[in-house]
């Protein structure tokens, strides 16, 4: 974006805000859908080509961020009560309305339309993304579920230290046959990540067992046979028990992936909304400083319409779980 267009989405984002007593994204989503209409012309119709191109990474450059930004906080349960970067979670939602519809997990982050990614201490080797220190494993966004987003959304507010975020997809035509049949089978078990399953009456407790948690049986590869979509997370994969088979072509093209996972490296006032469908993601490792400066992204879930995930779950709610 230029800066007459960045200047335009500060103008509108602040006037939409001026015009509201609260910020509760949950309610406003439907008015912000609405209002992403007034985002300048160029902006939208690059983003409603790259959906239709079904791009698999999509990079908005120069979003307004707040000179006064606050200290990056200490997790998101800080960022959370103290309301931080809010215009910034707008205008997140506002761009992000434009490609589908933000939606939230009940289980996660204490059901919030926009998540805060931060380093936490205590966290730092956990498999959320409140670590540090371990890298996040290339991933299918909420693997286990059948209503996981078209795209993740990331929108960086601070990054010092250029920690990069990984990013790989799969040419489905060179996969040797035989690896691709078995991909395209249903021979693969997918459980919930960590950040799922705490079951919500032991909010803070541990997670249990992978194999206790409810799983979908499905397919790595799926969709159009000539170019088809990707759902894998090795963390939380694998092949059905005793399919030897299926357990090697999951390792194969974890192997591939990440032979050709790409890093981008965020910057202040940049996002990337990332196809789910056609790439998984990942973050580099990084030692957090836990002083106020820290790698800070606000985050969101989108799904091309709505109306699937009402069907899937017989509610017409935009916070699933
Ligand atoms: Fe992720």
């Known amino acids: 974006m230029d800066q007459n267009e960045t200047d335009a989405v500060a103008d509108l984002a602040d006037r939409f805000l001026a015009g509201r007593r609260g910020w509760e994204p949950l309610i406003l989503a439907d008015e912000i859908r609405a209002e992403s209409q007034r985002l300048p012309l160029g902006i939208r119709q690059f983003l409603v080509a790259c959906r239709t191109a079904e791009e698999p990474v999509i990079t908005v450059a120069n979003l307004p961020v707040d000179e006064g930004l606050v200290p990056t906080p200490a997790s998101w349960q800080v960022a959370e009560k103290e309301g931080a970067a809010v215009r910034e979670e707008l205008v997140l939602l506002l761009i992000a309305s434009v490609l589908g519809d933000p939606f939230a997990w009940a289980n996660q982050q204490n059901g919030r339309l926009v998540h805060d990614v931060c380093p936490a201490r205590g966290q730092e080797s956990s498999l959320t993304s409140a670590s540090s220190e371990t890298q996040l494993t290339l991933h299918t966004e909420d693997v286990f579920h059948a209503c996981r987003g078209d795209y993740v959304a990331l929108m960086c507010l601070r990054n010092p230290d250029r920690v990069g975020t990984t990013v790989a997809g799969l040419d489905s035509r060179s996969l040797p046959e035989p690896l691709r049949e078995v991909l395209q089978q249903e021979r693969f078990r997918f459980y919930p990540d960590d950040s799922h399953a705490v079951p919500p009456r032991y909010s803070g407790g541990r997670p249990v067992a992978r194999e206790e948690r409810e799983h979908e049986v499905a397919s790595v590869l799926f969709g159009p046979a000539d170019a088809p979509y990707l759902r894998i997370d090795a963390d939380f994969t694998s092949a059905l028990p005793g399919d030897a088979e299926?357990?090697?072509?999951?390792?194969?093209?974890?192997?591939?992936?990440?032979?050709?996972?790409?890093?981008?490296?965020?910057?202040?006032?940049?996002?990337?909304?990332?196809?789910?469908?056609?790439?998984?993601?990942?973050?580099?490792?990084?030692?957090?400083?836990?002083?106020?400066?820290?790698?800070?992204?606000?985050?969101?879930?989108?799904?091309?319409?709505?109306?699937?995930t009402f069907v899937h779950t017989r509610s017409r709610s935009r916070v699933l779980g």
Not at 263 to 281: I, K, M, Q, T
């Open 246 to 308: 299926a357990g090697k072509a999951m390792e194969e093209c974890a192997e591939l992936l990440n032979a050709s996972a790409e890093r981008v490296v965020l910057s202040p006032g940049e996002a990337v909304f990332l196809d789910n469908y056609r790439v998984v993601h990942g973050r580099d490792v990084f030692v957090p400083r836990y002083d106020g400066a820290d790698r800070w992204l606000k985050r969101t879930s989108v799904v091309r319409d709505l109306r699937r």
